[in-house]
Protein backbone atom coordinates (compact mmCIF):
# COMPACT_ATOMS: atom_id res chain seq x y z
CA UNK A 1 0.00 0.00 0.00
CA UNK A 2 1.71 3.39 -0.97
CA UNK A 3 2.40 5.45 2.07
CA UNK A 4 1.04 9.11 2.48
CA UNK A 5 2.31 12.10 4.11
CA UNK A 6 1.50 15.55 5.37
CA UNK A 7 3.99 17.85 3.65
CA UNK A 8 3.40 21.31 4.68
CA UNK A 9 0.26 23.53 4.84
CA UNK A 10 1.36 27.05 5.10
CA UNK A 11 -2.41 28.04 5.51
CA UNK A 12 -5.94 25.70 4.25
CA UNK A 13 -8.55 26.41 1.38
CA UNK A 14 -11.66 26.45 2.47
CA UNK A 15 -12.26 22.97 1.21
CA UNK A 16 -15.26 20.80 1.66
CA UNK A 17 -14.59 18.21 3.56
CA UNK A 18 -15.79 15.12 1.17
CA UNK A 19 -16.01 13.85 -2.49
CA UNK A 20 -18.70 12.65 -4.95
CA UNK A 21 -21.91 10.58 -4.23
CA UNK A 22 -24.89 9.38 -6.10
CA UNK A 23 -27.48 11.77 -7.43
CA UNK A 24 -31.41 10.83 -7.15
CA UNK A 25 -33.53 11.08 -9.63
CA UNK A 26 -33.24 10.46 -13.36
CA UNK A 27 -32.66 12.11 -16.49
CA UNK A 28 -34.49 15.88 -16.37
CA UNK A 29 -33.12 17.34 -19.45
CA UNK A 30 -30.08 19.52 -20.62
CA UNK A 31 -28.36 22.34 -18.57
CA UNK A 32 -28.28 25.38 -19.69
CA UNK A 33 -25.12 26.91 -21.05
CA UNK A 34 -24.43 29.93 -19.24
CA UNK A 35 -21.16 31.93 -20.16
CA UNK A 36 -17.97 31.30 -18.26
CA UNK A 37 -17.83 34.55 -17.14
CA UNK A 38 -20.47 33.39 -14.42
CA UNK A 39 -17.47 31.50 -12.99
CA UNK A 40 -14.97 34.80 -13.23
CA UNK A 41 -16.33 36.75 -10.61
CA UNK A 42 -12.97 36.46 -8.12
CA UNK A 43 -10.71 35.82 -10.74
CA UNK A 44 -8.77 38.86 -9.68
CA UNK A 45 -7.89 37.72 -6.73
CA UNK A 46 -5.26 34.61 -6.32
CA UNK A 47 -5.68 31.96 -3.50
CA UNK A 48 -3.28 33.10 -1.18
CA UNK A 49 -2.08 29.91 0.28
CA UNK A 50 0.07 26.76 -0.34
CA UNK A 51 -1.22 23.49 0.43
CA UNK A 52 1.20 20.65 -0.44
CA UNK A 53 0.73 16.98 0.47
CA UNK A 54 3.36 13.97 -0.49
CA UNK A 55 3.00 10.22 -1.52
CA UNK A 56 5.79 7.70 -2.38
CA UNK A 57 5.08 5.47 -5.21
CA UNK A 58 7.95 3.05 -4.88
CA UNK A 59 10.85 5.28 -5.99
CA UNK A 60 8.80 8.65 -7.03
CA UNK A 61 7.69 11.25 -5.05
CA UNK A 62 4.03 12.57 -6.13
CA UNK A 63 3.39 16.10 -4.69
CA UNK A 64 -0.24 17.36 -4.50
CA UNK A 65 -0.43 20.84 -5.33
CA UNK A 66 -3.17 23.44 -6.21
CA UNK A 67 -3.89 26.21 -8.49
CA UNK A 68 -6.78 27.66 -6.54
CA UNK A 69 -10.48 26.96 -6.78
CA UNK A 70 -13.36 28.00 -8.88
CA UNK A 71 -17.20 27.37 -7.84
CA UNK A 72 -19.34 25.61 -10.84
CA UNK A 73 -22.62 26.90 -11.36
CA UNK A 74 -25.23 24.34 -10.21
CA UNK A 75 -26.59 24.00 -13.65
CA UNK A 76 -23.26 23.21 -15.62
CA UNK A 77 -23.94 19.32 -14.94
CA UNK A 78 -26.52 18.12 -17.93
CA UNK A 79 -28.63 14.98 -16.32
CA UNK A 80 -30.01 16.63 -13.33
CA UNK A 81 -31.68 19.64 -12.46
CA UNK A 82 -29.75 22.51 -11.00
CA UNK A 83 -31.68 21.73 -7.97
CA UNK A 84 -30.82 18.59 -7.40
CA UNK A 85 -27.01 19.10 -7.86
CA UNK A 86 -27.26 21.47 -5.34
CA UNK A 87 -29.09 19.70 -2.77
CA UNK A 88 -26.26 16.70 -3.02
CA UNK A 89 -23.55 19.63 -2.36
CA UNK A 90 -25.12 20.81 0.36
CA UNK A 91 -25.34 17.09 2.40
CA UNK A 92 -21.44 16.56 1.22
CA UNK A 93 -20.44 20.32 2.12
CA UNK A 94 -19.26 21.28 -1.27
CA UNK A 95 -22.32 24.00 -1.22
CA UNK A 96 -21.25 27.74 -2.06
CA UNK A 97 -23.79 30.44 -3.14
CA UNK A 98 -22.35 30.24 -6.61
CA UNK A 99 -22.35 26.62 -7.01
CA UNK A 100 -19.87 23.66 -6.24
CA UNK A 101 -16.46 24.23 -4.83
CA UNK A 102 -14.26 22.69 -7.76
CA UNK A 103 -10.43 21.92 -6.79
CA UNK A 104 -7.39 22.74 -9.64
CA UNK A 105 -5.40 20.41 -8.51
CA UNK A 106 -1.86 19.40 -9.94
CA UNK A 107 0.61 16.75 -9.64
CA UNK A 108 4.34 16.65 -9.77
CA UNK A 109 6.19 13.69 -9.89
CA UNK A 110 9.62 13.04 -9.32
CA UNK A 111 12.42 10.32 -9.48
CA UNK A 112 15.53 12.24 -8.42
CA UNK A 113 16.57 12.60 -12.16
CA UNK A 114 13.40 14.03 -13.66
CA UNK A 115 10.68 16.60 -13.12
CA UNK A 116 7.23 16.09 -14.12
CA UNK A 117 4.33 18.52 -13.90
CA UNK A 118 1.15 16.92 -14.51
CA UNK A 119 -1.52 19.82 -15.97
CA UNK A 120 -0.62 23.70 -15.31
CA UNK A 121 -3.74 24.76 -14.25
CA UNK A 122 -5.73 27.71 -15.22
CA UNK A 123 -3.58 30.22 -14.26
CA UNK A 124 -6.16 33.23 -13.21
CA UNK A 125 -8.82 32.42 -15.97
CA UNK A 126 -11.11 31.05 -13.70
CA UNK A 127 -12.19 31.70 -10.51
CA UNK A 128 -9.88 31.94 -7.16
CA UNK A 129 -6.27 30.32 -9.23
CA UNK A 130 -2.91 31.69 -9.99
CA UNK A 131 -1.28 29.62 -7.12
CA UNK A 132 0.53 27.06 -8.88
CA UNK A 133 3.99 29.03 -9.16
CA UNK A 134 3.68 29.70 -5.22
CA UNK A 135 3.01 26.04 -4.26
CA UNK A 136 6.14 25.15 -6.72
CA UNK A 137 8.01 27.92 -4.91
CA UNK A 138 7.03 26.20 -1.21
CA UNK A 139 9.46 23.22 -2.93
CA UNK A 140 11.97 25.37 -3.81
CA UNK A 141 11.32 25.36 -7.40
CA UNK A 142 11.04 27.30 -10.33
CA UNK A 143 9.18 26.32 -13.26
CA UNK A 144 12.10 26.28 -15.55
CA UNK A 145 13.21 23.59 -13.52
CA UNK A 146 10.23 21.15 -14.60
CA UNK A 147 11.47 18.81 -17.11
CA UNK A 148 8.41 17.70 -18.37
CA UNK A 149 4.53 18.67 -18.73
CA UNK A 150 1.75 16.24 -19.24
CA UNK A 151 -1.74 17.96 -20.43
CA UNK A 152 -4.42 16.17 -19.66
CA UNK A 153 -6.68 17.23 -22.01
CA UNK A 154 -7.09 21.05 -23.74
CA UNK A 155 -9.52 22.71 -21.54
CA UNK A 156 -8.30 25.62 -20.33
CA UNK A 157 -8.10 25.07 -16.50
CA UNK A 158 -5.56 22.19 -17.23
CA UNK A 159 -3.01 24.63 -20.09
CA UNK A 160 -3.89 28.24 -18.80
CA UNK A 161 -0.65 27.89 -16.72
CA UNK A 162 1.66 27.22 -19.52
CA UNK A 163 0.96 30.23 -21.45
CA UNK A 164 -0.47 33.17 -18.42
CA UNK A 165 1.51 36.36 -19.86
CA UNK A 166 1.72 35.46 -23.38
CA UNK A 167 4.61 33.20 -23.17
CA UNK A 168 6.15 29.50 -22.17
CA UNK A 169 6.57 29.78 -18.94
CA UNK A 170 7.91 26.12 -18.51
CA UNK A 171 11.17 26.90 -21.24
CA UNK A 172 12.88 23.58 -20.67
CA UNK A 173 10.03 21.11 -20.30
CA UNK A 174 9.29 18.95 -23.13
CA UNK A 175 5.49 19.31 -23.20
CA UNK A 176 3.24 15.76 -24.00
CA UNK A 177 -0.58 16.55 -24.89
CA UNK A 178 -2.66 13.57 -26.72
CA UNK A 179 -2.46 13.97 -30.56
CA UNK A 180 -6.55 13.91 -30.87
CA UNK A 181 -6.58 16.83 -28.64
CA UNK A 182 -4.11 19.05 -30.32
CA UNK A 183 -6.27 18.13 -33.55
CA UNK A 184 -9.47 19.35 -32.38
CA UNK A 185 -8.38 22.21 -30.08
CA UNK A 186 -6.57 24.17 -33.24
CA UNK A 187 -9.16 23.12 -35.80
CA UNK A 188 -10.92 26.82 -36.80
CA UNK A 189 -13.86 24.82 -38.37
CA UNK A 190 -14.43 23.28 -35.10
CA UNK A 191 -13.41 26.52 -33.05
CA UNK A 192 -16.46 28.34 -35.49
CA UNK A 193 -18.52 25.75 -34.54
CA UNK A 194 -17.30 26.18 -30.31
CA UNK A 195 -20.04 27.78 -27.86
CA UNK A 196 -18.42 31.10 -26.42
CA UNK A 197 -17.31 29.23 -23.19
CA UNK A 198 -15.42 26.79 -25.30
CA UNK A 199 -13.75 29.64 -27.24
CA UNK A 200 -10.82 30.38 -24.60
CA UNK A 201 -9.89 26.91 -24.28
CA UNK A 202 -9.42 27.12 -28.64
CA UNK A 203 -7.49 30.35 -27.68
CA UNK A 204 -5.03 28.81 -25.66
CA UNK A 205 -4.61 25.73 -27.80
CA UNK A 206 -2.87 27.70 -30.47
CA UNK A 207 -1.14 29.76 -27.64
CA UNK A 208 0.49 26.67 -26.38
CA UNK A 209 1.51 25.03 -30.02
CA UNK A 210 2.76 28.63 -30.96
CA UNK A 211 5.04 28.73 -27.60
CA UNK A 212 5.90 24.90 -26.97
CA UNK A 213 8.28 24.03 -29.75
CA UNK A 214 9.09 21.16 -27.46
CA UNK A 215 5.37 20.02 -27.63
CA UNK A 216 5.10 15.93 -28.77
CA UNK A 217 1.63 14.81 -29.53
CA UNK A 218 1.60 11.80 -28.46
CA UNK A 219 -1.08 8.77 -29.88
CA UNK A 220 -2.54 6.66 -27.48
CA UNK A 221 -0.91 4.54 -24.47
CA UNK A 222 2.49 4.99 -23.76
CA UNK A 223 5.67 5.65 -21.67
CA UNK A 224 7.24 8.77 -20.76
CA UNK A 225 9.66 7.81 -18.77
CA UNK A 226 9.98 4.39 -17.03
CA UNK A 227 7.05 4.51 -14.54
CA UNK A 228 4.83 6.85 -15.90
CA UNK A 229 2.74 5.94 -18.74
CA UNK A 230 -0.22 7.62 -20.49
CA UNK A 231 -3.49 5.78 -20.03
CA UNK A 232 -6.33 6.51 -22.68
CA UNK A 233 -9.32 7.99 -21.08
CA UNK A 234 -10.97 9.70 -24.08
CA UNK A 235 -14.06 11.16 -23.79
CA UNK A 236 -14.42 14.17 -21.59
CA UNK A 237 -12.56 15.46 -24.64
CA UNK A 238 -11.34 13.39 -27.92
CA UNK A 239 -7.61 12.74 -26.55
CA UNK A 240 -8.64 13.22 -22.50
CA UNK A 241 -5.92 10.93 -20.95
CA UNK A 242 -4.57 9.93 -17.77
CA UNK A 243 -1.16 9.01 -16.06
CA UNK A 244 -0.74 5.94 -14.21
CA UNK A 245 2.51 6.24 -11.88
CA UNK A 246 4.05 2.45 -11.22
CA UNK A 247 7.12 1.29 -9.22
CA UNK A 248 7.76 -1.46 -6.56
CA UNK A 249 4.41 -3.38 -6.63
CA UNK A 250 2.36 0.27 -6.04
CA UNK A 251 0.66 2.68 -8.24
CA UNK A 252 -1.38 5.94 -9.05
CA UNK A 253 -3.30 6.79 -11.63
CA UNK A 254 -4.05 10.49 -12.18
CA UNK A 255 -7.75 10.56 -13.59
CA UNK A 256 -8.01 14.15 -14.56
CA UNK A 257 -11.72 14.93 -15.38
CA UNK A 258 -13.25 11.58 -15.41
CA UNK A 259 -14.55 12.00 -11.71
CA UNK A 260 -16.51 15.24 -10.86
CA UNK A 261 -17.74 16.47 -7.12
CA UNK A 262 -20.90 15.12 -5.96
CA UNK A 263 -21.96 13.76 -9.09
CA UNK A 264 -19.37 10.56 -9.94
CA UNK A 265 -18.50 8.25 -9.19
CA UNK A 266 -22.54 7.17 -7.87
CA UNK A 267 -24.15 8.87 -11.27
CA UNK A 268 -22.27 8.60 -14.85
CA UNK A 269 -25.55 10.00 -16.29
CA UNK A 270 -24.63 12.76 -15.15
CA UNK A 271 -22.02 14.95 -16.95
CA UNK A 272 -20.16 18.52 -16.88
CA UNK A 273 -21.21 21.33 -19.64
CA UNK A 274 -17.50 21.03 -21.14
CA UNK A 275 -17.79 17.43 -22.15
CA UNK A 276 -17.39 16.88 -25.82
CA UNK A 277 -18.68 13.76 -26.07
CA UNK A 278 -20.85 13.04 -23.30
CA UNK A 279 -21.65 8.98 -24.65
CA UNK A 280 -18.45 8.88 -25.14
CA UNK A 281 -17.76 9.84 -21.49
CA UNK A 282 -20.64 7.65 -19.75
CA UNK A 283 -19.03 5.04 -21.71
CA UNK A 284 -15.99 5.22 -20.07
CA UNK A 285 -16.72 5.82 -16.78
CA UNK A 286 -18.87 2.83 -17.04
CA UNK A 287 -15.97 0.95 -17.77
CA UNK A 288 -13.65 2.38 -15.55
CA UNK A 289 -15.67 2.81 -12.27
CA UNK A 290 -15.92 -0.56 -11.71
CA UNK A 291 -12.69 -1.82 -12.41
CA UNK A 292 -11.44 0.83 -10.37
CA UNK A 293 -13.14 -0.48 -7.41
CA UNK A 294 -12.70 -4.12 -7.99
CA UNK A 295 -8.85 -3.41 -7.92
CA UNK A 296 -8.90 -0.51 -5.25
CA UNK A 297 -6.81 1.49 -7.44
CA UNK A 298 -5.26 4.25 -5.71
CA UNK A 299 -6.08 7.60 -7.45
CA UNK A 300 -5.64 10.93 -8.09
CA UNK A 301 -8.71 13.77 -9.53
CA UNK A 302 -8.31 16.75 -10.74
CA UNK A 303 -11.65 18.79 -9.26
CA UNK A 304 -11.63 16.56 -6.22
CA UNK A 305 -11.28 18.45 -2.50
CA UNK A 306 -7.51 18.59 -2.07
CA UNK A 307 -5.33 16.36 -2.42
CA UNK A 308 -7.49 14.87 -4.52
CA UNK A 309 -6.32 11.44 -3.93
CA UNK A 310 -9.16 8.55 -3.29
CA UNK A 311 -10.52 5.55 -4.14
CA UNK A 312 -13.59 4.04 -6.33
CA UNK A 313 -15.63 2.11 -3.78
CA UNK A 314 -18.37 -0.30 -4.79
CA UNK A 315 -21.14 -0.30 -1.24
CA UNK A 316 -24.19 -1.58 -1.30
CA UNK A 317 -24.45 -1.98 -5.09
CA UNK A 318 -23.92 1.95 -5.70
CA UNK A 319 -20.09 3.67 -6.74
CA UNK A 320 -18.90 5.95 -4.06
CA UNK A 321 -15.56 7.99 -3.58
CA UNK A 322 -13.48 7.01 -0.58
CA UNK A 323 -11.14 9.93 -0.02
CA UNK A 324 -7.48 8.58 0.95
CA UNK A 325 -6.32 8.61 4.67
CA UNK A 326 -3.36 10.46 3.58
CA UNK A 327 -2.93 12.69 6.37
CA UNK A 328 -2.59 10.58 9.42
CA UNK A 329 0.17 8.15 7.56
CA UNK A 330 3.73 8.06 7.77
Known sequence: MPQLSRRVFVSALPLALSGGSLLGGGLIGGASAPALAATQDTAKTPVNVTPLAQIRIGRFTVTALTDGYADMPYDYFPGRAAAEVEQAAIAQFTARPSGVRFLFNQYLVEDGERRILIDAGPAGSIGQTGALPQALGALGLQRDQIDAVIVTHMHQDHMGGLIVGGKNNYPKAELYIDRRDVTYWTDPAKRSGAPDYLQTSFHMAGEVVRLYPKLQAIDGEREIVRGVSIVDLTGHTPGHIGVRVEDSGQSLIMVSDMIFPVVH??????????????????????????RAASEGALIAATHMPF????????????MRWQMADWALQN
Open 307 to 318: PGLGRVVADRGQ
Open 265 to 290: PGATDVFFLFEQDPAAAKAMRDRFFP
